[in-house]
């Protein structure tokens, strides 16, 4: 079967929700893939920053055998010996007290959004009922119908209604918006501290530090979404850290796995996730020891392989290079480690064309709000792969 089979027989038999680059991936390898044509692609966009630590590594893959030849799934009705040690080392590497394991990002994050409420009632005494959660203009948070009850793109809410109610919406990255927004019966403040969907939109130096002194302040939980910004693709552990905060909740997801299995996590301390007991809240798989296992890998394999360090440092080459591209397209190139996005001018004709020229020329990235093109690699990219990316990525640039 060739590319154009594999299609034709998705087309048919899949639901249409998503608009896919024509590429059919059958195996990879660090930042490479290959389609069922044997064609090489470098990998530009690491499945959404979940293969941080590159395809296929092969000491999570090992971990990933080892552990499914054990036992995959007791669920928690019993405990396993690899969920317990994932607690301990996923707060000991981020500084959080408690941890509660998930397995989608969407998942986490309904699950802090449950935490947040049941501690405005429990421990702030927010009239029942009447708790509110303030996100920001442009996120993205997920698809479930909570989630999307506070999302400003249209596409992402029609035909959903009616939505959960509780949410405010405040323009991100403006701080008056939100000092004016926090009531009383105001529990959470939710933030992507760089919004990935959106964009790749960083906001105003001191934002998240403003808005972290109001939170505290007013006594409402500063929650940072750092499912994609999270576990090194930033430059640093968390995007968080560009500004002197700790928030109160954090949600992290995709490179948890290094991409090879849905595992998530909601990191907090006991004040908040102490608030639920047994049977509050739960999941079939999450916290199941192949997950853990594999997560627990993954996170060695990024402090020890210095992958926060290497989207540091090679994130700046990348941004660097970049500018040094001459193209009329471009109106503005931004990014922290290996997190960037260029924006295109509104003439340039959105971004697809350039996605799938790239596509074309061995390098894999998708559009990202039609004018954006999104570089987020694998982290363990080297300098000479960028040079080979870059030079294909100013070719294109010079289309008319
Ligand atoms: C991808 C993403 C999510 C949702 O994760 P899923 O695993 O797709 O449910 C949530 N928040 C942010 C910032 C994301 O990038």
């Given at each position: 079967?060739?590319?154009?089979?594999?299609?034709?027989?998705?087309?048919?038999?899949?639901?249409?929700?998503?608009?896919?680059?024509?590429?059919?991936?059958?195996?990879?390898?660090?930042?490479?893939?290959w389609?069922v044509e044997?064609?090489?692609?470098?990998?530009?966009?690491?499945?959404?920053?979940?293969?941080?630590?590159?395809?296929?590594?092969?000491?999570?893959?090992?971990?990933?055998?080892e552990?499914?030849?054990?036992?995959?799934?007791t669920s928690?009705?019993?405990?396993?010996?690899?969920?317990p040690?994932?607690?301990?080392?996923?707060?000991?590497?981020?500084?959080?007290?408690?941890?509660?394991?998930?397995?989608?990002?969407?998942?986490?994050?309904?699950?802090?959004?449950?935490?947040?409420?049941?501690?405005?009632?429990?421990?702030?005494?927010?009239?029942?009922?009447?708790?509110?959660?303030?996100?920001?203009t442009?996120?993205?948070?997920?698809?479930?119908?909570?989630?999307?009850?506070?999302?400003?793109?249209?596409?992402?809410?029609?035909?959903?209604?009616?939505?959960?109610?509780?949410?405010?919406?405040?323009?991100?990255?403006n701080?008056?918006?939100?000092?004016k927004?926090?009531?009383?019966?105001?529990?959470?403040?939710?933030?992507e501290?760089?919004q990935?969907?959106?964009?790749?939109?960083?906001?105003?130096?001191?934002?998240?530090?403003?808005?972290?002194?109001?939170?505290?302040?007013?006594?409402?939980?500063?929650?940072?979404?750092?499912?994609?910004?999270?576990?090194?693709?930033?430059?640093?552990?968390?995007?968080?850290?560009y500004?002197?905060?700790?928030?109160?909740?954090v949600?992290?997801?995709?490179?948890?796995?290094?991409?090879?299995?849905?595992?998530?996590?909601?990191?907090?301390?006991?004040?908040?996730?102490?608030?639920?007991?047994?049977g509050d809240?739960?999941?079939?798989?999450?916290?199941?020891?192949?997950?853990?296992a594999?997560?627990?890998?993954?996170?060695?394999?990024?402090?020890?392989?210095k992958?926060?360090?290497?989207?540091?440092?090679?994130?700046?080459?990348?941004?660097?290079?970049l500018?040094?591209?001459?193209?009329?397209?471009?109106?503005?190139?931004?990014?922290r480690?290996?997190?960037?996005?260029?924006?295109l001018?509104?003439?340039?004709?959105?971004?697809?064309?350039?996605?799938e020229?790239?596509?074309?020329?061995?390098?894999?990235?998708?559009?990202?709000?039609?004018?954006?093109?999104?570089?987020?690699?694998?982290?363990?990219?080297?300098?000479?792969?960028?040079?080979?990316?870059?030079?294909?990525?100013?070719?294109?640039?010079?289309?008319?």
């Amino acid at each position: 079967m060739n590319t154009q089979d594999f299609i034709a027989i998705e087309e048919k038999y899949g639901a249409h929700n998503y608009h896919p680059l024509d590429v059919v991936i059958e195996k990879a390898q660090g930042v490479w893939v290959w389609d069922v044509e044997g064609n090489k692609y470098l990998d530009c966009l690491a499945a959404y920053s979940a293969v941080n630590q590159g395809h296929c590594h092969p000491r999570i893959i090992s971990k990933l055998k080892e552990q499914a030849e054990k036992v995959t799934l007791t669920s928690r009705a019993f405990r396993n010996d690899q969920l317990p040690l994932l607690t301990q080392e996923l707060c000991e590497l981020t500084g959080y007290k408690m941890m509660l394991p998930m397995n989608s990002g969407a998942e986490a994050v309904e699950t802090a959004l449950k935490a947040a409420r049941k501690w405005g009632y429990k421990v702030k005494n927010v009239e029942d009922g009447k708790a509110e959660i303030i996100a920001c203009t442009n996120n993205f948070s997920g698809r479930t119908i909570s989630i999307i009850s506070f999302s400003t793109e249209e596409q992402y809410r029609d035909g959903y209604a009616p939505f959960t109610p509780g949410y405010k919406v405040v323009e991100y990255g403006n701080i008056e918006e939100l000092e004016k927004a926090i009531k009383p019966n105001t529990v959470a403040f939710l933030v992507e501290p760089i919004q990935g969907e959106g964009g790749v939109i960083i906001p105003p130096d001191g934002y998240l530090k403003a808005a972290f002194d109001l939170c505290k302040k007013n006594n409402v939980l500063f929650i940072a979404d750092e499912i994609q910004s999270g576990l090194g693709r930033s430059g640093k552990l968390f995007a968080y850290q560009y500004e002197e905060i700790r928030p109160d909740v954090v949600i992290i997801g995709k490179a948890l796995s290094g991409g090879c299995y849905p595992v998530s996590a909601v990191l907090s301390d006991k004040e908040v996730l102490g608030v639920f007991n047994p049977g509050d809240h739960g999941s079939t798989f999450g916290g199941n020891p192949l997950g853990a296992a594999i997560a627990r890998e993954s996170l060695k394999v990024l402090v020890e392989e210095k992958l926060v360090e290497n989207s540091f440092e090679l994130g700046n080459y990348f941004r660097e290079k970049l500018n040094e591209v001459k193209s009329a397209h471009v109106k503005e190139i931004r990014g922290r480690g290996l997190f960037i996005g260029v924006e295109l001018h509104p003439e340039a004709g959105g971004a697809r064309r350039f996605c799938e020229a790239l596509m074309k020329r061995g390098v894999l990235c998708k559009e990202t709000h039609s004018h954006v093109i999104r570089f987020a690699p694998p982290l363990v990219i080297t300098k000479e792969e960028i040079d080979w990316a870059i030079s294909h990525v100013s070719d294109v640039l010079q289309m008319p």
